[in-house]
């Protein structure tokens, strides 16, 4: 646990992490570009617009594509003290870093706090932005230990759940469970563009959960992907050789008879792409980072009115069970909505017989 | 409205349909290729198993690669009533009901209710499956008015919301709003197969909900899409052709550092991606089928201890705010998730307002 950090960039994530150690009486001091946002942020957080020199850590919270120069002055002005940076790939960092000759670099330890919110700047920072989120590590062979505590410390103090990963292995991973994501995202809907009112009405819940990060901000993506691109690339070639066989299989059965016994090999690897994607899936861990679990699924028909989910959640507690997911459904043109209640599949039928017993009307 | 309807396929759907309408005081008669199924449909329903000769309309509830046959001999064995089926995929089942000649074509109108468990089979029906549902009516230009009015009244009896499409129209936009993105959520997720346990530790909302539906079944899957094989490649050759674009973007950008000014066209390619899923994810209808509304959302923090939503939603009740949506986040290690709620922005800050006073932590 750091007792003095001095935090370069005071966007969204720096004066967060600014609010989020003054509250644990970490001496905070700040910098920015601009006079006028370090002023914002100093009031926002407690922290004061300084030099920061005597600080055990030096956080570069800057946007991404000036984030390795910086961390190399800050190497060289703190020269006691442990550089983190905070951009969301970590190997072109190291890489520029390494190629520039900078000094110190056992000093430096990679970092990604993986918290953000919809709107950026001081103005929308919140104390609590890294609680409960992961924050990965990234050190090499020769980073001190010393600085990869110290990191560690910040992180976990503020909240974070710390994974330590090397810099290949933090991009790799975040290619495949967040750039990846946002690209099928967009492109599957970029394809509903152009259809006409009544085929988009017939939207359900599956193509809503795919395309629902497909509002994201073009701006920061393409500084995120073009930070990535080796990673993001490689998981695309592998998806459109996927999606290369599909197409074959799906060109082979062509318009056919429905029951027309043709192409087996075509239903095949229909089947074989929908259970790839089945195994993919199980990976995916539980709630709170634990094993992945089935859960019961519990459907419960809730009209419009203002109350009626308070009465649900309130007979759901009285039953003393806890909820481990729930998404609340769309109904087309209906004035009620579809909550979908998962639970642990041990008390899935006490949970029906406790709702219906209420008065509930369960859906599936 | 019909008085007697008879069912030819008594599984999920069919037994489904079969409560419904006896609920609505339909006569209902029941036939299935396994009579041990009929009997437990008609024990579920009130249904009768019977030859149904004296029907108004006849549904095929059957599974999809013998739709057409079943709808051909309903057509010559009941002459005077409208026939109707339940398949996912309407243009492949009239084709061959044409190939073969089938008389008294004029009295078939193909259906679609979207509606489905993941169960199957008759002993998961339920009355209120098709509730708030939409229901597809795919007629023709020869297809009899009084046919399609007859179907349309039937599912909107049992609480369906009918759109009424031609076959070609409905197959190109389940395509795109169901197929395709089931697809897509497959091969994002077949991506994580064989990421370390560190990588897929780091999946956030944003990946768990492209590939939510990447859970679903091979067998019924490959069905569905080889029954609309030619719409869904087209939609995939659209999104490869994407794809591909955004693969030859990536390699030009290359493992250059952070902030390089190379391939600006290749950035532009990448930021075109996104604005282009910004654009279509807009077209998606808000709750009820009405126009896209950009809700507000407030996010709250909320331990795990049963009775703390039942306690929140009552406070949202009192403060006469309605919820549009609602989703509860996973939080990685810690022992609380956040609940997102969306409101009407109108009501956004009297929402923060009442929250805060009653002590609820919100975080963004």
């Known amino acids: 646990m750091p007792e003095r950090v001095h935090i370069i960039g005071t966007g969204l994530i720096g004066t967060s992490l600014a609010i989020a150690l003054t509250q644990h009486t970490v001496e905070v001091t700040l910098a920015d570009a601009s006079p006028t946002t370090a002023a914002l942020a100093a009031d926002l957080s407690g922290g004061e617009v300084a030099d920061g020199l005597a600080a055990d850590i030096v956080v570069v919270a800057t946007p991404p594509d000036v984030t390795a120069a910086v961390v190399a002055a800050a190497l060289a002005r703190h020269p006691e003290a442990t550089v983190t940076d905070v951009a969301s790939v970590k190997g072109v960092v190291r890489a520029e870093l390494a190629a520039a000759g900078a000094p110190g670099l056992g000093r430096y330890v990679g970092g990604h706090p993986m918290a953000g919110r919809e709107r950026s700047g001081a103005i929308s920072a919140r104390g609590d932005l890294f609680e409960g989120r992961p924050w990965v590590v990234a050190a090499v062979a020769d980073t001190e230990p010393d600085a990869v505590a110290l990191v560690k410390g910040m992180a976990e103090a503020v909240g974070s ?78 998806i459109a050789t996927d999606l290369s066989g599909l197409i074959t299989a799906l060109e082979a059965l062509g318009p056919e008879p429905t029951g027309a016994v043709v192409a087996p090999g075509a239903r095949a690897a229909l089947a074989g792409a929908i259970q790839a994607g089945n195994a993919g899936h199980a990976r995916i861990p539980g709630k709170h980072g634990a094993a992945p679990t089935a859960y019961a699924k519990v459907v419960v028909l809730i009209s419009d009115r203002p109350g009626q989910l308070g009465r649900l959640f309130q007979d759901v507690a009285d039953a003393g069970i806890n909820l481990e997911e729930l998404v609340l459904e769309h109904s087309l043109g209906a004035q009620f909505g579809l909550l979908e209640l998962s639970v642990l599949p041990g008390v899935e039928a006490e949970l029906r017989t406790e709702l219906t017993r209420k008065g509930w009307r369960l859906h599936a």
């Open 161 to 238: 759940v710390v994974t330590l990963l090397d810099p290949g292995e933090h991009d790799e991973a975040v290619a495949a469970v967040s750039h990846v994501p946002q690209i099928a995202a967009s492109l599957v809907a970029a394809r509903l563009a152009d259809l006409p009112d009544t085929a988009v009405a017939l939207a359900g819940q599956g193509v809503r959960d795919v395309t629902r990060i497909a509002a994201s901000d073009p701006q920061l993506w393409t500084q995120i992907l073009a930070g990535n691109a080796p990673a993001v690339a490689r998981v695309l070639r592998a």
